[in-house]
């Protein structure tokens, strides 16, 4: 049972702007840990997509985009493509539990 | 540029032990800015944070509470590189396993290849 919620599923077309939410609580997010984003695909290594809340690795296009206020944390992106169809996780610390933690995921489905 | 290479079995029978290994190269598992991780995925639990090790002055290790009392990970200074034990493991244990740096304010920013670990008699 993750301590980080995401909505399970997202959708969208070609070409729009689409937001995952990441609720967490005054121990992780609201304690000012920071809150990182990760894309997996199957099989394959999670790619780390934003750092720091809202900081993009060189190669990252910036349609994909973090905020971070209170006790949650969004991953936006726009502009969306076949190509962003993943699983997305977020993930931070937890003062309680002494150890990071990831979000539930969430499935973008592209239209 | 750090790599992380994983080694180790992809079958494991039910109530052994599950036993994967990850070579670090380009940067020390006894680096005082690093953290060294286990995570695993698999479709009924997502990702998953298991463990880590890391040292500052002393050694350290952080389990996560569901596995805690069966999981072990151990630096190895002379080989540079960290291992992952699971004892008595199920076939909830199935998954693909990761080995991963977390650098602090950056994330888990390197991440080894993965090994699907089947538990299975």
């Known amino acids: 049972q993750s301590v980080l919620t995401q909505p399970p599923s997202v959708s969208g077309a070609p070409g729009q702007r689409v937001t995952i939410s990441c609720t967490g609580s005054s121990s992780n997010i609201g304690a000012g840990f920071d809150v990182h984003w990760y894309q997996y695909l199957p099989g394959i290594a999670p790619k780390r997509l934003i750092y720091g809340n809202n900081n993009r690795p060189s190669g990252v296009p910036d349609r994909f985009s973090g905020s971070k206020s209170g006790t949650s944390a969004s991953l936006a992106i726009t502009g969306l493509q076949a190509e962003d169809e993943a699983d997305y996780y977020c993930q931070s610390f937890d003062s309680r539990l002494s150890y990071y933690v990831f979000g539930t995921g969430t499935k973008v489905t592209v239209l | 540029q750090v790599q992380l290479q994983q080694s180790g079995p992809g079958l494991v029978k039910p109530s052994q032990t599950l036993s994967l290994t990850c070579g670090i190269s380009g940067d020390s598992v006894s680096s005082n800015s690093g953290t060294w991780n286990w995570i695993r995925q698999s479709p009924s639990r997502g990702l998953e944070w298991l463990g880590r090790t890391f040292y500052r002055s002393k050694w350290y290790n952080d389990y996560e509470l569901s596995v805690k009392g069966r999981i072990t990970i151990d630096p190895d200074t002379s080989k540079n590189q960290f291992s992952l034990q699971l004892n008595s493991v199920t076939p909830e244990d199935t998954a693909i396993y990761f080995c991963?740096?977390?650098?602090?304010?950056?994330?888990?920013?390197?991440w080894g290849q993965g090994t699907t670990v089947t538990v299975s008699s």
């Open positions: 991963a740096r977390n650098t602090q304010g950056y994330g888990m920013d390197v």
